[in-house]
């Protein structure tokens, strides 16, 4: 006998709609080719309202299941809507995307490493599914996931007891730590909330709010002759005439701004709200600002992620080189490569040989400055200190990032890890672990074991 599932199709009007309509079309028919029945309009819902208006239109459907399909990127507040309304098993597919070296169009894993973050916290089971619809055993793939049971959540284990040298300096760097958070975290981002308490209790760090009216009204008052100053110091990049000037001018603001609040309030990182006010506000990307910043090792966390910022600063201190905070945006079985992104905000030490450094805009909001360029070559160590769960643990991988043109706009490295690709990903949403993970040049996977005992922090080893 068939089954019947709700149907909710997830998506935001700033990625490529277009595409985003195909791409679910072509896993709706997937699904109802398994024998599926559907109850749900399978139209893209664009925003929360829509979803509520969902979930009331679908009244009293007696269903087996949820099928949620993240065709692009969404936050997770849609997600946990549903899932609080709805007591049945919960499967959750999200839609890769060819690695075409421009606009990363869908996101849509970013989007369930949000979702499983999110329910992991809310301690809610689910069903992932990461899987093209034009996959030549689509609809084999789709019958298993159906019939699968939620994944087993890795557990924890205790922190190796390793001397050190590199690892003890970092651990010392953290006491007292500055950090200030400029604006708050997006609605949606649990992956970038956090505990003062838990904070001052795990290494003495202190956070200080700061308004992002104060950056804007900071950038606004630059001296037109240092923000020339900083624009000459880009010499080398490539393209910086073909943008916008009056953005670009507003962006390299954002630089300066930075460099003065970093000196008036001593701070070591930053976690900006980067989005979407630097670009409705104020009219320029903080993207650029926060690569310049980054290769200055004063590391900026997007979306005002301040475990991010920590992450980035412990790395940074161990490898006393600049960090690279990056979302997993791709875990292709086939290649057995994962693809770490960023709109464009690696630090330019990481930039591959292969091409220069090119000036470019956000993919959506179509403003620069950002950074076009592939990482370069070599062992890479990725760390967090996580909350997923509602437990604070060291999370530890490396692999090699290979030598490979850009695969998306922005500053982007193919990865192959020291663990299948499959399996990683397997235990990435298991755990629930935040969207957001750390990378430096080399293996520091000794030095990091040693931080987390000094700091009592049960390890996560996502290669292991």
């Known amino acids: 006998m068939a089954r019947t599932y709700r149907l909710f199709v997830l998506g935001r009007p700033t990625f490529d709609v277009e595409y985003a309509r195909a791409c679910s079309a072509a896993a709706i028919k997937a699904l109802r080719n398994c024998g599926v029945n559907l109850a749900g309009s399978g139209d893209i819902l664009f925003d929360n309202a829509s979803v509520a208006a969902e979930i009331e239109a679908q009244g009293n459907v007696a269903a087996d299941g949820v099928i949620i399909i993240q065709s692009t990127f969404t936050d997770a507040e849609a997600i946990c809507m549903i899932a609080e309304r709805f007591d049945r098993p919960l499967h959750i597919w999200a839609l890769p995307e060819p690695r075409t070296g421009g606009r990363l169009r869908l996101n849509a894993f970013c989007g369930l490493n949000l979702a499983a973050h999110a329910l992991g916290l809310r301690e809610r089971a689910f069903v992932p599914l990461y899987l093209s619809a034009d996959d030549a055993r689509v609809e084999t793939r789709v019958a298993e996931w159906l019939k699968s049971a939620p994944l087993t959540k890795p557990a924890l284990r205790a922190a190796q007891a390793e001397a050190s040298e590199a690892g003890a300096k970092a651990a010392a760097a953290l006491r007292g730590m500055r950090i200030g958070r400029i604006g708050e975290h997006p609605a ?22 700061i308004a992002l009216s104060h950056l804007f009204d900071q950038a606004r008052a630059v001296a037109d002759s240092d923000v020339r100053r900083t624009r000459e110091s880009l010499g080398t990049v490539a393209g910086l005439d073909e943008v916008d000037q009056a953005e670009l001018d ?3 603001r954002l630089r300066n701004a930075l460099d003065q609040l970093k000196a008036e309030g001593r701070f070591d990182a930053f976690a ?13 990307a903080v993207c650029g600002p926060v690569s310049m910043m980054g290769e200055k090792r004063t590391p900026c966390a997007c979306e005002a992620d301040v475990y991010g910022a920590i992450s980035s600063y412990l790395l940074q201190a161990i490898a006393d080189a600049p960090a690279f905070l990056a979302d997993i945006v791709d875990m292709d079985d086939e290649s057995d490569t994962t693809v770490l992104w960023h709109c464009g905000q690696a630090p330019a030490s990481m930039a591959s040989a292969a091409e220069p450094i090119s000036a470019t805009i956000h993919s959506n909001r179509r403003m620069p400055l950002l950074f076009q360029f592939s990482l370069k070559a070599g062992r890479v160590t990725l760390a967090r200190i996580s909350q997923a769960g509602g437990e604070q643990f060291m999370v530890i991988a490396g692999g090699e990032m290979e030598e490979a043109p850009p695969s998306f706009a922005g500053t982007s490295g193919v990865l192959r890890l020291d663990r299948p690709a499959a399996d990683m990903r397997d235990k990435l949403l298991s755990a629930g672990l935040e969207h957001h993970i750390a990378l430096v040049y080399g293996d520091h996977r000794a030095a990091l074991e040693h931080v987390a005992h000094k700091l009592g922090l049960p390890v996560l080893d996502l290669t292991q």
């Open 272 to 284: 900006i709200r980067c989005w979407p006010e630097t670009f409705t506000e104020y009219g320029g």
């Open 250 to 252: 507003r962006s390299l």
């Open 188 to 209: 949606g981002f649990d992956t970038c909330a956090y505990d003062t308490t838990r904070l001052t209790e795990l290494a003495g760090v202190s956070v200080e709010p």
